[in-house]
Nanobody, 125 residues
Framework: QVQLVESGGGLVQAGGSLRLSCAASGRTFSTYKMGWFRQAPGKEREFVGAVNWKFENTYYTDSVKGRFTISRDNVKNTVYLQMNSLKPEDTAVYYC??????????????????WGQGTQVTVSS
């Protein structure tokens, strides 16, 4: 089993920045990817970005490219989501997720095996 714990959410004004962290513990040796998703009220959970744990390739949804950056520390088993130039439409609960299946889809929620509890990000206009 793997446990994921997110931190770093909060309230920020438009144009501001936040950094989310997600610490993984347990059987993390089989990690293939870690991803960030978000879910706004009344909407489906959507892909934000992901990182290949071994090679550090990163992938982002178009709406956050150039503003959000994913990085990882494989010693601390932690993935980060640096969010800059935040917009009110970025308001959501942000979840980190861990996937173990090599070659699986970066964007599909069903291709992630473990999920964190979520952290609220609110961007005021």
């Amino acid at each position: 089993q793997v446990q994921l714990v997110e931190s770093g959410g909060g309230l920020v004004q438009a144009g501001g920045s936040l950094r989310l962290s997600c610490a993984a513990s347990g059987r993390t040796f089989s990690t293939y990817k870690m991803g960030w998703f978000r879910q706004a009220p009344g909407k489906e959970r959507e892909f934000v970005g992901a990182v290949n744990w071994k090679f550090e390739n990163t992938y982002y949804t178009d709406s956050v490219k150039g503003r959000f950056t994913i990085s990882r520390d494989n010693v601390k088993n932690t993935v980060y989501l640096q969010m800059n130039s935040l917009k009110p439409e970025d308001t959501a609960v942000y979840y980190c997720a861990l996937g173990t299946r090599w070659g699986s889809d970066w964007r599909a929620t069903v291709d992630y095996d473990y999920w964190g509890q979520g952290t609220q990000v609110t961007v005021s206009s």
